[in-house]
């Protein structure tokens, strides 16, 4: 079966996913919600740093915000990580094929060695 995927969102996604910052947010979402005071606490940045972060988070839509008065968590929505899971599984059978590949090349290696010892 295969799954179309909206490749504008799926750049998103990446764009979201390429700065280590943000990938730490969504590590600590995935324990569970949080405000920004608390995504900010392991973090040297200031909070409006963090603010436009989560901002990057939420377009992407890894991360939505709750609405309880003053109170509004962030937390984690994973679903644009199965377009990135599904665009990855297109590329599964290539480094397979290649591990196998490698595989055999060390059982080859291996054997040799074996035949170079019993030969001494």
């Given amino acids: 079966m295969t799954t179309a995927i909206d490749e504008d969102r799926l750049t998103e996604t990446f764009a979201a996913l390429a700065n280590s910052t943000r990938r730490a947010i969504l590590a600590r979402l995935a324990e569970g919600g949080a405000t920004v005071n608390e995504l900010a ?4 940045l ?4 963090i603010s436009k972060h989560i901002k990057v988070l939420e377009r992407a839509g890894l991360v ?6 003053q109170y509004r968590p962030c937390v ?7 377009a990135v899971s599904t665009w990855a599984d297109r590329y599964r059978p290539v480094w397979e094929a290649r591990f196998d ?6 059982r080859q ?12």
């Fill in 41 to 44: 606490e392991p973090f040297t």
């Fill in 46 to 49: 200031t909070l409006p740093a």
């Fill in 64 to 69: 939505v915000r709750g609405q309880r008065a």
């Fill in 76 to 82: 984690l929505d994973a679903t644009p990580l199965e």
């Fill in 101 to 106: 590949r490698m595989d055999d090349y060390l």
């Fill in 109 to 120: 290696l291996r054997r040799q060695e074996g035949a170079s010892e019993a030969d001494d």
